[in-house]
């Protein structure tokens, strides 16, 4: 039996905060814009801090919401912001 994809994206957990090290920010959904592009835009609110992002996904699945906290946690954000400069 063959499997249909060569590579299959893990589920990650969140990564934690880069303030206060909470584990488990809240993500929610705050609003839809349909236009042209459909876009939806999270906010997550960390529980530890009073720390919150932004996420714009281009979907409404929790799963591109938590890879955009990721990329936020990790610092992938700034250095993509330090590479345009």
């Known amino acids: 039996m063959k499997h249909t ?3 299959v994206r893990k589920w990650h957990r969140t990564s ?3 303030y206060c090290g ?3 920010p809240g993500i ?3 609003a839809r814009i349909i236009g ?3 876009h939806c835009i999270w906010i997550a609110k960390c529980h530890g801090c009073p720390n919150a992002v932004w ?3 281009p979907d409404d699945d929790i799963k591109t919401a938590i890879r ?3 990329r936020y946690a990790n610092g992938e954000w700034r250095k993509h912001q330090e590479e345009t400069k």
């Open 16 to 18: 934690p905060c880069p």
């Open 55 to 57: 996420i714009t996904t």
């Open 28 to 30: 929610e959904p705050y």
């Open 36 to 38: 042209a592009k459909m």
């Open 68 to 70: 955009g906290w990721n």
């Open 22 to 24: 909470t584990r488990k």
């Open 5 to 7: 994809t060569s590579h």
